[in-house]
């Protein structure tokens, strides 16, 4: 970053919630792969909710994509390693 902006923004992953908002507005397209989240996996029911956990308890976090609609989900171990598994970074100031 620009020296100007340094120490203004946080980086981090995307929410399951950002990462599916931002794919049904259109402004980019699931693809084959998968992308890690920065939340926990939660059932459907939790995570379409209006009351999601900040924290919801879990051993593996969702990862989004890996198909050509917004609305794919899954999870995997935070230690799992596979090419098919990438990320995005979400920019947000502090």
Do not use: H
């Not at 209006?50 to 198909?67: C, D, I, L, M």
């Not at 995005?88 to 100031?93: G, H, I």
């Amino acid at each position: 970053l620009p020296a100007d902006l340094k120490g203004r923004y946080i980086f981090r992953l995307p929410t399951e919630y950002e990462w599916e908002s931002y794919a049904k507005g259109g402004k980019d397209s699931p693809q084959s792969l998968w992308d890690w989240c920065q939340n926990w996996y939660a059932p459907a029911e939790v995570f379409y909710s209006e009351n999601v956990p900040e924290a919801y308890p879990g051993a593996e976090k969702a990862v989004r994509g890996g198909g050509r609609q917004a609305w794919v989900r899954g999870c995997q171990s935070p230690d799992w390693i596979t090419p098919f598994i990438g990320f995005r970074v979400v920019m947000v100031e502090k």
